[in-house]
């Protein structure tokens, strides 16, 4: 069973305007944290957002939040305001805690995103 | 003031020949992977080295050894290059291991390498 799933291949976006990237996610241990990345087409991968299963309030890191349900397990990203420069590939991914004990990020398939004028 | 460096940034190479992937850190992390990502941008785990301790190898063929001479390296060589081995290959560090899920890995640039 895929661990973390991503359902929306590619998204578009009007500059300005708000976009929710899906994540859902599967695991069994009580400790696990939820990160996310961007690809731009230069290729690097740039950490953008954490959120730990004990958090209490969604993660937000300056245009990035995270609407994070953790009975649904889904931890969506939420751009806001976009810009032409948030056009990129975006990576939900996850890494699990002790009751795992494995040390790897698990990635899901990737969102595509173009933001347009 | 790199913070995760890799070099080369582009590999092009013959089927057999052998080739190494440097990796360097300078973020005084205990804790280094290499990670593959394919033609589909999926990407995955291939090992993880924890203060010059191999913790994961994730399956993959033993043309491709990891080496940490030290706990800022940790390099990737792989022998007898196939087709099926282009991807680009990233580096990436975090502070500890173990269950300590919270911490963020930082990955390297990348190297895309192309197997003619």
């Known amino acids: 069973a895929q661990k973390i799933t991503q359902t929306q291949p590619g998204m578009f976006v009007q500059e300005k305007e708000a976009v929710t990237l899906d994540c859902t996610y599967d695991t069994s241990d009580p400790s696990y944290g939820l990160f996310w990345y961007k690809q731009p087409s230069s290729g690097e991968m740039i950490f953008l957002i954490y959120?730990?299963?004990?958090?209490?309030q969604n993660a937000t890191e300056g245009r990035y939040s995270l609407n994070f349900q953790k009975a649904r397990k889904s931890a969506n990203l939420v751009i806001s305001a976009s810009q032409l420069g948030d056009s990129a590939m975006y990576f939900c991914?996850?890494?699990?805690?002790?009751?795992?004990?494995?040390?790897?990020?698990?990635f899901g398939t990737g969102t595509r995103l173009q933001v347009f004028p | 003031d790199t913070a995760v460096s890799q070099t080369p940034k582009y590999l092009v190479t013959q089927m057999g020949n052998d080739k190494s992937i440097k990796c360097e850190q300078n973020l005084g992390h205990d804790t280094m992977y290499w990670y593959k990502q394919d033609s589909k941008k999926f990407l995955k785990i291939m090992f993880s080295?924890?203060?010059?301790?191999?913790?994961i190898n994730e399956t993959v063929p033993n043309r491709f050894s990891p080496k940490s001479p030290d706990k800022a390296h940790l390099n990737l060589h792989i022998n007898s290059l196939e087709l099926g081995d282009s991807a680009v290959y990233f580096c990436?560090?975090?502070?500890?291991?173990?269950?300590?899920?919270?911490?963020?890995?930082?990955f390297g640039p990348g190297t895309r390498l192309l197997v003619l």
């Open positions: 080295y924890n203060n010059k301790e191999l913790i």
């Open positions: 990436a560090s975090s502070q500890d291991y173990g269950g300590r899920y919270q911490e963020t890995q930082y």
């Open positions: 959120q730990g299963s004990y958090d209490q």
């Open positions: 991914a996850m890494r699990e805690g002790p009751r795992t004990n494995t040390d790897k990020l698990i």
